[in-house]
């Protein structure tokens, strides 16, 4: 079998770590001799499961400009010693930063980039290094990889529009879920204190405190929907916007529970920090809410559906209309509301506009009065994400 090599950034709780991690642990048992190499080894802590071999490049603390210059030449040798001490066949880069290491050190192996989000919409991609990224790094040198994966349709069709890939160069593969070990940990048992947060109807959310998230506009709609229905919002994740959300919620006369500081209290709103297990808090809610600007193909939102929770999410760029299977839409996010039978399509909340507001509000309290859908309208949706259908795919793009 060939000598696969991926490279990721880091190891960490996000849905490219995730994703890295368990495709080098499958592409093992599929019987591909496999290295996964880390550019940043300052957080080893694994949080899923990895093939046998992992190699951490760590580079010396240089500062300064000069500094990163030659922190990047020295993770560029490493990688090249890599690839020739391994005999790497196909080398596979998930996100921007390793993608770049992986076509600069190109010999006769295989280039295969990974694409987790989009490059026109992340808002972090600004300024004149993000018009550098944009205009000349993107273009250059993705056009030098054999192969392009994204995670959907959407992305494929934004690299060859406005980066001028080849269409033959571009493939779509979703994201995998291990679905039977995700509805095995939703029957976990709640602890005598998180069962308490479940005495109302629970609307949750999950993912980074990040600007993009728009957290603090979920917080803002469930603010006018606690007044339509009584309920609470529950949010799994921790991060730099912390702080504002907490100060958010009190000026809009939310009662706010800080669980992972060890508050323990009734509250409309929790902040529940990062957990391993998410899985049993989204089987005892009532909806889950994404409200995103921007996402790749938001796992959070497949993993609320295995669960069988009926979802309410921005039309966001990519991910949520591909996940609902909606089809027959213009480009641009759209600025009304979809039904589908397990959740419905919004309108973006980075601009959060009275109407744009009352749809949401008006949705919410629709699924929460609603009973839950029936488990095979989840499953007709998820059973296109098993992990042996997308591992095929991942072997047919080693194997070409």
Not at 309 to 328: A, F, H, Q, W
Request: glycine fraction near 6%.
């Amino acid at each position: 079998m060939k000598n696969v090599l991926l490279i990721g950034s880091e190891l960490g709780k996000g849905g490219a770590e995730r994703s890295i991690s368990l495709l080098s642990y499958y592409l093992e048992q599929y019987g591909y001799n496999v290295t996964l190499c880390i550019l940043s080894g300052t957080d080893r802590e694994k949080f899923y499961k990895t093939c046998k071999n992992v190699v951490f490049i760590d580079p010396p603390a240089y500062t300064g400009i000069i500094g990163k210059i030659r922190a990047w030449r020295h993770r560029i040798s490493s990688i090249k010693r890599l690839k020739k001490s391994t005999a790497t066949d196909v080398s596979i880069s998930f996100l921007e930063g390793p993608d770049y290491v992986n076509i600069l050190t190109k010999g006769k192996e295989k280039v295969v980039l990974s694409i987790r989000g989009s490059k026109m919409h992340d808002k972090v991609i600004s300024g004149a290094i993000g018009t550098v990224r944009k205009e000349i790094l993107i273009p250059r040198l993705y056009s030098k990889a054999d192969a392009i994966v994204c995670v959907t349709n959407a992305l494929a069709d934004e690299l060859h529009e406005h980066f001028s890939i080849l269409r033959k160069n571009l493939k779509t593969i979703n994201n995998f879920y291990e679905i039977k070990d995700i509805q095995g940990k939703a029957n976990d048992d709640l602890s005598t204190e998180e069962i308490k947060i479940f005495t109302k109807p629970v609307i949750i959310s999950s993912g980074r405190l990040h600007v993009g998230k728009e957290f603090d506009k979920l917080i803002k709609i469930y603010a006018s929907v606690n007044q339509i229905k009584s309920s609470r919002l529950l949010i799994l994740g921790d991060g730099e916007t912390k702080s504002e959300l907490i100060d958010l919620s009190h000026k809009l006369q939310l009662n706010i529970c800080d669980w992972q500081a060890g508050e323990r209290h009734d509250a409309d709103v929790y902040l529940m920090g990062f957990q391993h297990n998410a899985f049993k808090f989204y089987k005892h809610s009532k909806l889950f809410a994404l409200t995103s600007s921007w996402e790749g193909f938001p796992n959070v939102l497949a993993e609320a559906l295995i669960c069988c929770i009926p979802v309410v999410t921005t039309d966001c760029p990519t991910g949520p209309r591909e996940i609902l299977n909606v089809s027959d839409l213009p480009k641009e996010p759209i600025n009304y509301s979809i039904n589908t039978p397990v959740g419905t399509l919004l309108p973006m909340v980075n601009v959060l506009t009275e109407n744009i507001k009352q749809l949401w509000v008006d949705a919410i309290v629709d699924r929460l009065k609603k009973p839950a859908p029936d488990k095979e309208a989840f499953e007709t949706l998820t059973q296109r994400f098993t992990l042996e259908a997308m591992l095929q795919q991942w072997a047919n793009v080693i194997e070409e």
